[in-house]
């Protein structure tokens, strides 16, 4: 009986952990578009004067941001939900933003960030990927 309980509880955890934790929304936008939202949205929080807009202010930028991008708050919001249960999925999200921000960001504002350990060099990325394997 110990036996058949504990075969059962492991094919029941081995089913569910194949499964995604949310279902895909209908309108999931893709690794690449979630990225490219995501950069713009912390390039406009980086801008000084951004500090001091209003809620209102924020919020109708926000709008025009995901305008621009062709989705909404809401279907950015489903499908940042989705690709969060997905560790993979989101670090390679997350990955795309800081290239992204290489590419866009100044030097100054790059030192800046690595500072603050958002952003690392080549050297440290190449030592990290050398420490995994």
């Given amino acids: 009986m110990k036996h058949t309980t504990v075969i059962l509880l ?5 089913l569910f952990s194949c499964q995604h934790a ?5 309108d999931l936008l893709s690794k690449e578009e979630m990225a490219s ?5 912390y390039l406009y929080k ?4 951004n500090i001091l807009l209003s809620k209102k202010d924020a919020f109708t930028i926000y709008v025009s941001l995901f305008k621009a991008h062709n989705t ?4 950015f919001q489903e499908s940042y939900n989705y690709y969060y249960t997905d560790a993979t999925a989101l670090e390679e ?3 795309n933003v ?3 921000l290489k590419d866009k960001l100044s030097e100054e504002q790059q030192k ?8 690392i060099s080549e050297e440290e990325e190449e030592k990290e990927e050398k420490e995994e394997k």
Avoid at 72 to 75: A, D, F, P, V
């Fill in 10 to 14: 492991c094919f029941t955890l081995l």
């Fill in 22 to 26: 949310l279902e895909k929304p209908k």
């Fill in 37 to 41: 939202i995501l950069t713009e949205i």
């Fill in 46 to 49: 980086q801008t000084p004067g």
């Fill in 72 to 75: 909404t708050k809401e279907i």
């Fill in 93 to 95: 999200i997350y990955d």
């Fill in 98 to 100: 800081i290239n992204n």
């Fill in 112 to 119: 800046r960030l690595k500072k603050e350990g958002i952003l």
